[in-house]
């Protein structure tokens, strides 16, 4: 990859920059300074703008909606995202399930999910983990048996993000219990709206309900929301788990955390009186950050320019989803510590609507349920350890 943006590139980004500058939902932006949690139509709002505008899945080939990108383009895209703070668009329809059924699914599966999945109509939510089976996902239980023209499926899935608000979701189900574990598993659709789907609330640290336990009780799937062949669901699970990763390293956003950082300790002050940006120990923790932010932006732009040269994202995601989540958790180690009492108040994110006095800088409100939050980036999308155990097998062949 040519790191030196050509003219085009540069206009590119420049129309990117300008798009969002007049596109993006003054609401969004009054709720994010607040501090305020984001409802699902919030969510939605800024998604809606960019599939108006076919941006809004910058991966996706061009026959299925994406916008024909290279991986320059898509780098500078995610940049530009970032660099205005804009909500993440959520990755469950757009980097998970939608690859996965352009991939594999049949020509009917395909004209009927991706279209909704662009525009926004349907929230997907992800039904892998199990309460006894996260790292060794091999081994779920949720049991899918066969009727006629559908399976009946029997189960419970946990930590399902935002499956609260879900329309549909995709689920790992055993349909061959005497199989090898990896080779009786398929992946099925399952609208969240059937009969015998009962989505319950997990409350995190942070005082956030994002997760859920889904329990699923007798519900009937029709036999044409598998994808792929009966028992080869593993394929697709190790397909979604790899582009998964490759999202999570979120280079861009870090850089933004990083800036953010650097302003709240141009402002706190150290113990003696100087901002804590000319601190030399606090100073030298961001110095840090920062180089190994850079070398994972590298390690990023060498994945991407491997993707654009045909090459699927292999065993370097797991690196870049260990580096990158580490560095998001420091980023909020480092907030948390130059905002010091203040981050205190807030153990909890304040609800919608609520009238609390905020107490101290705006920019501690979120400090301490954001450092809580982020807690969860080394488990989940398989957790740091087995990505290490990923990179000792696959790439330092031990
Ligand atoms: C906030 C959040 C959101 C999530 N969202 C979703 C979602 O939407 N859909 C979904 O399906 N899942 C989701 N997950 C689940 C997530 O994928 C699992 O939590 C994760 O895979 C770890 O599984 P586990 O929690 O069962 O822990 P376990 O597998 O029980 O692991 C416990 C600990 O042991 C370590 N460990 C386990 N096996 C090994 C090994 N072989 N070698 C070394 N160390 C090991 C792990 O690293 C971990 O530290 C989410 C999780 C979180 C925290």
Redesign the pocket.
Known sequence: MDLAFSPEEIAFRDEVRTFIATHYPAHLRGKQDEGEELSKEDMLSWHRVLARKGWVAPAWPKEYGGPGWTATQRYIFSEELARADTVPILP?GINMVGPVIYTFGTPEQKARFLPRILSGDDWW?????????????ASLRTRAERDGDFYIVNGQ???????QHADWGFFLVRTDPAAKPQEGISFLLIDMKSPGVTVRPII?LGGEH??NEVWLENVRVPVENRIYEENKGWTCAKFLLAHERTGIAGVARSKRGIERLKGIARTELDDGGQPLLHNPFFRRKIADLECDLTALEFTELRTLAGEAAGRGPGPESSLLKIKGTEIQQRITELVLEAVGHYGAPYFRAFPEGSNAYPIGPDYAHRAAPTYF?MR?TS????????Q??IIAKMVLGL
């Open positions: 469950f939510c992800q039904g892998y983990s199990e309460p006894g089976a996260g790292s060794d996902l899935k946990t930590w399902t993000t935002l499956a995190t994002e997760v939050n969860k488990i989940y999308g398989g957790s740091n350890e087995i290490r155990n």
